[in-house]
């Protein structure tokens, strides 16, 4: 039976806690889990610790942890652009706690997804898994929001018998609507200058540094979710995504009518049984045969 091993372990000179779920016979290949912040190892609706225990049933060693900062872990908190030595670390001791390990695949969430996006180069890194991947600009949230909010709003009777009997501030309502207008058009700059320049923004980081992998990459999105909808839309349109995700190593799977978060038990039970059917087919050679029946995400107390 799997069974779970809480640990601390040193990364960058902090004190940082990790909990591994790990099987009787744990494949070659494990998972670590990366969180979307401001979050911990927990994650919302539990569905980390459930993600962890199901693939741990399926015989895939899991690992989750604290960044710095967050959680269990001490130390200064630090954004999701600056945890590259935390993922280091854990895998570090990962590896350490699992001998049989000779390759991970990180998997992370919002924020999460995108910071293992940076990540730099690792050979023991075999894969990512980015489930609805954060590369919000000012520009990209408002055109979102006016498609998705506010079109919607005008297409709706509703909105327009409330307009009609004054339960609708109009002056506010605009006032709302001209300024994400503008932000769609024209965005507020939100990037930092360096020596070298302005810094590319978000999205172009995100896809430069997809560029540079040429391993099993799996793309989740939710279709009820503005961060995935800024994804597909920065997918769409910024060329070096574009090019990323018409990579033959990209498998992209959207789930129509799923939230951020995956809410419910039946949106965690799809999420993770897009995840093993991914591992499965993306690296059959590191991993025991487990078919995707045999393990389920059982909802945690």
């Known amino acids: 039976m799997p069974h779970e091993i809480p640990f601390f372990f040193d990364g960058a000179g902090c004190t940082l806690l990790g909990i591994a779920s790990l099987p009787d016979t744990p494949s070659r290949l494990g998972v670590v889990i990366v969180v979307g912040g401001p979050q911990y190892r927990v994650g919302s609706h539990r569905q980390f610790v459930m993600l962890a225990r199901a693939l741990a049933?399926?015989?895939?060693?899991?690992?989750?942890?604290?960044?710095?900062?967050?959680?269990?872990?001490?130390?200064?908190?630090?954004?999701?652009?600056?945890?590259?030595?935390?993922?280091?670390?854990?895998?570090?001791?990962?590896?350490?706690?699992?001998?049989?390990?000779?390759r991970v695949v990180l998997w992370g969430l919002c924020d999460g997804a995108s910071a293992i996006a940076l990540y730099g180069d690792d050979s023991r890194v075999a894969g990512r898994a980015l489930y609805n991947p954060w590369v919000r600009t000012d520009r990209s949230e408002a055109q979102v929001v006016l498609k998705r909010y506010y079109l919607r709003r005008l297409a709706d009777p509703g909105f327009w018998r409330k307009l009609a009997s004054g339960r609708?501030?109009?002056?506010?309502?605009?006032?709302?609507?001209?300024?994400?207008?503008?932000?769609?058009v024209k965005p507020r700059l939100h990037r930092s200058v360096t020596r070298a320049g302005v810094e590319p923004s978000l999205p172009k980081r995100v896809a430069r540094a997809l560029a540079r992998q040429s391993r099993p990459l799996l793309i989740a999105l939710s279709g009820n979710d503005t961060v995935a909808a800024e994804f597909e839309a920065q997918g769409a349109t910024l060329p070096e995504l574009v090019a990323v995700l018409a990579g033959t190593n990209v498998r992209r799977v959207k789930f129509a009518e799923m939230n951020h978060t995956f809410s419910s038990a039946r949106?965690?039970?799809?999420?993770?049984?897009?995840?093993?059917?991914?591992?499965?087919?993306?690296?059959?050679?590191?991993?025991?045969?487990?078919?995707?029946?045999?393990a389920r995400v059982r909802e945690a107390r």
Request: include cysteine; aromatic fraction near 12%.
């Open 57 to 102: 049933q399926a015989g895939v060693a899991c690992l989750r942890f604290d960044y710095r900062g967050m959680g269990d872990s001490d130390g200064p908190a630090a954004g999701f652009e600056a945890v590259d030595t935390d993922i280091r670390a854990a895998i570090d001791v990962f590896f350490a706690r699992v001998p049989a390990l000779e």
């Open 168 to 184: 609708v501030l109009l002056g506010v309502s605009a006032a709302g609507v001209w300024d994400i207008a503008r932000r769609a």
């Open 267 to 294: 949106w965690r039970e799809a999420a993770f049984i897009a995840t093993l059917q991914w591992l499965q087919s993306a690296f059959p050679e590191w991993l025991h045969s487990t078919p995707t029946g045999h």
